[in-house]
């Protein structure tokens, strides 16, 4: 088959397998690394940006010194989403879903070039590269926005691969290649893979994998190398090091704080039974290889429970897996392509294998590089078969290929919505709290509140100590006039996790609401002793104030909120009011929405409160220009005309202001200052 007819194939089962997830929404990850994410959102093509991105923060936006962050740095990725958020003018998931999809096929047309020139058997390279461009388990990696992390890494992985056995390997020459020649090859290798380390941590292994498949290649002469495959692997060896010790130092040799729920196989003190139940893991990562059928998007929690005794069943299938692994190799000896297989499967592998400590159990993302060698393996097997009876084995060879498809296919209908991924993972981690958490959490942002409720106590009645489930009910209940029961979910939250601001500000809230004023101010305060720059916080303060009949320390701190968020409206619409409720302070109401203005150009509280201003002052057609803007914007909003309508009233204008009284009556009859003028502007 002739490579352009190979690379068409490719580009249609891709097509088939995708064509339909293009259209889907942000989900899951996606919220925080760029929805959320002010590296995404905020970020301006300034040397602060590229500051943040480069050097500050991590993946999610988080300092990376930080406790809370997670210490994944891509930069590379986060930059990708700040440059189609500023060509598209704004966050635009169909694009950004298309963009990993043109990835995904490129690596699949790299990985036909790449197999080909590691293998060097045509018919084999065709084969897995069919299988992996199929396979079920990469819908996460294509369809998850955030996975392009996976997804460009394989990308540097694959055009290392090339680079390096296209210059050492071509026409097998390899032994001619002078020593000057191998280090700045090699050097170029280890410059592609620092920058696959930009796109995600799971790079690190390009070298490795590339001197395993160097020394495979020479298997037969390990004992009288050529002095310039030594130097390239020594200088492998150098820079796998030196990017190693780069990564740690970006992060300030300080490694990720995970809860025991995010991962409990990494939270076992006893070193033999952490080794047994990291191994039954190696077993389900395997198994979702060989048949991706129990496919979800977290495995947390009590997804899969713990081996704890000697005498558990799965002891069996820990025992095969490693059998098996001991047999390939040892058939891989005299099978070069195994070894190959081997190395590809295992060594891509290794970063999660529980040598660091992971915020994850299983995730198919992790899979999308080591699934390369699984599938050579799975080729291998074919073409022996095959043997026996070419036409039988290639039409069910075939099959296989279409059921992957429809799979794949499937699972990327699930990553189209949130609701779509969560509710799927149901069928295969019913025990998983999260997933209840975030079917919640959707519900409640559809304000569909009983489903809420019900999915939030069903998350904490799996892991009662989760504490963000009781921070949600809590918040629930508040929105439900309910202020006991939020008071109890709440405090509930804090004493689980005593570091939880968010928790801490809620309860305070809610405790303002029962008149609790002391104990509202307590946890505020508290609050803020766990986050110092917490704007909504001084925000809630500032109400709370205003209740004591304390306006000065309330104006003093939302004003705190907008030198933190200078995008709070809330907190700006609350200097105003203040400040326009006190007789003859115009001058503080101009002078901030003036400020605010800057910071929020077309926001129409803002600009409301700066026109009734400038009518109170009498200046009508400042305050006239404003609200024709304000209309512009928001043509629907009835209180809009009727103060439109007072500002032509006391103008002198009767016949505009009689319009827009009407005009804000038809938009709500039952706005009473609105009839009321009316009633005086025909009698007057």
Known sequence: MRLLYKHLLIICINLICYYRSIDGDFVFDDSVAIIKNRDVYEGKFDSKTFENIFINNDFWGNNLTKRESHKSYRPLITLTFLIERTLNDGLDSRSMKILNLIIHVANCCLLLHFLQAILNDKKLALIATILFCAHPIHTEAVCGIVSRSDLLACFIFLLCGIFYFYVFYKDNLTHNISISHSIIFTIIIGLGSFI????????????????????IKNLRNLTNLPTAIKVRLILMFMFTTLIIIFRLWIQNFTTPDFRSEDNPVASIDDKFMKFLNQSFLYVLNFWLLLMPEWLSFDWSFSSIKLIKELTDFRLGFIGLFYTILILFSFFGIRKRKILIALSLL???FTPAIGIIKLGFVIAERILYIPSIGFTILISIGIKRIAKLNKKVVYF???????????KTHQRSLDWRTEQELFSSALKVVPNNAKVYYNIARISSENQKIDIAVKYYKRAIELHPNYESAHMNLGNLYRE????????????RAVEILEEFPTAWMNL???QAVLKDYAAAEKSYKKALSYRKKYANCYYNMGNLYIEMKNSTAAIEHWKIAISISPNHRKAWSNILAFYDNQRNNHENVLKFSEIALTYLPNDTNILFSRANTFGKLAKYEEAEKIFKQIIEAEPMKSIFYANLGVLYHRWGKKELAKKNYEIALSLDA???????NLMKLQNG
């Open 396 to 406: 069910a060879v075939s099959i296989l290929v279409i059921f992957h498809c429809l």
């Open 196 to 215: 696959g380390i930009l796109c995600k941590e799971n790079a690190i292994t390009i070298m490795p994998t590339l001197a395993a498949l160097d020394i």
């Open 346 to 348: 295992i060594i891509p």
């Open 508 to 510: 305070g809230i809610v």
């Open 670 to 676: 039952t706005l009473k200052n609105a009839h009321e």
């Open 480 to 491: 439900l006039n309910e202020y006991e029961k939020a008071k109890f979910h709440l405090l």
